[in-house]
């Protein structure tokens, strides 16, 4: 029978070193980082290796080095360092008065278009709830919500939720971005479907992004083959890159309004029905939410108060 491991041999700051230790790639820099002598960290990490059975790091004159064990358990060790976390500042609103606690991951276009003035108006009436919001792709939102790392979630409608309660959020629509110069805006043509776009070289979203997974099924089923010749992580950056002329982008028009008046770039809408794209907001089936995520679940459902 495998052995487990005694949960009396790890504690939190082991773990913190351990990630310390990871992240830097020393064990001199995770101990100062931890406010640990140096001789107390390499004991820790030892009897940490010992604890689990495993060989976690490897040790070179070059530095610290994850082994493959060594990645699993940095992996299992964020994860129960940020639940502490969570459950540490949870407590904390509680004894300073903040009597709720929402965790909220939304992905770029919500947290640009429609979140802000709904949260606004939602801790206006509120006070006492806190909102923790996070940025994040919308594929990582939906493991997050199912591993509990999130009460609330809001994501494109083409990522896959297993798991969840979903319900429709709000609707965004998709519009193609070029440069100036570019042979697109110099057609003058003010809407076109994405396939004659596919005669272009695009600037894409990187491949967690939902929204390049829509564009490449839509290239897909067009029967030509998308060409990427830029990957990034927002749309911040899509806009600057279509603006030196690097390809084409398809974005939501709402959230990169700013950057299009900056940065003088052509808008053409899509004629595709994919481009009016729905968001939506979930939870995870069967988990006991708190009042207060009850509070702002209502509020992103029924942002008008009807």
């Not at 939720?161 to 429709?168: I, K, N, S």
């Not at 099924?217 to 806009?239: H, K, N, T, W, Y």
């Not at 052509?266 to 006991?288: H, I």
Request: proline share 4%.
């Amino acid at each position: 029978m495998a052995s487990t491991i005694n949960p009396a041999r790890v504690d939190f700051v082991t773990l913190r070193l351990f990630c310390a230790v990871a992240q830097s790639g020393s064990i001199t820099k995770g101990a100062e980082a931890c406010h640990l002598a140096l001789s107390a960290a390499s004991r820790r990490l030892s009897d940490f290796e010992a604890a689990t059975g495993s060989k976690l790091l490897e040790r070179s004159s070059q530095g610290i080095a994850l082994t493959p064990a060594g990645h699993v358990a940095m992996q299992h060790a964020m994860r129960l360092f940020q639940g502490f976390e969570q459950f540490s500042n949870e407590l904390n609103d509680y004894s300073s008065g903040v009597r709720g606690h929402v965790r909220l991951w939304a992905n770029m276009s919500a947290l640009t278009e429609f979140l802000p003035t709904t949260l606004a108006t939602f801790l206006a009436q509120h006070p006492d709830i806190r909102v923790e919001v996070e940025e994040q792709l919308s594929g990582d939102i939906v493991r997050a919500l199912v591993d509990g790392l999130a009460d609330v979630g809001v994501f494109a409608e083409n990522t896959p939720a297993y798991g969840l309660d979903v319900a429709p959020f709000q609707t965004d629509e998709l519009v193609v971005l070029c440069a100036k110069q570019h042979p697109l805006a110099r057609s003058r043509v003010k809407q076109t479907d994405f396939k004659t776009c596919l005669a272009h070289e695009f600037v894409g979203l990187n491949r967690s992004s939902s929204l390049l997974e829509l564009t490449s099924r839509a290239a897909e089923q067009a029967g030509i083959p998308m060409r990427l010749r830029v990957q990034v992580r927002s749309f911040d950056a899509m806009c600057h890159m279509i603006a030196a002329n690097l390809g084409i982008g398809v974005v939501p028009l709402a959230a990169c309004k700013a950057q299009v008046e900056a940065l003088d770039l052509k808008v053409v809408r899509l004629k595709d029905a994919w481009a009016t794209r729905r968001l939506l907001m979930a939870t995870k089936t069967g988990a006991t939410l708190s009042p207060a995520t009850q509070l702002l679940v209502r509020q992103l459902l029924h942002p008008t108060g009807q």
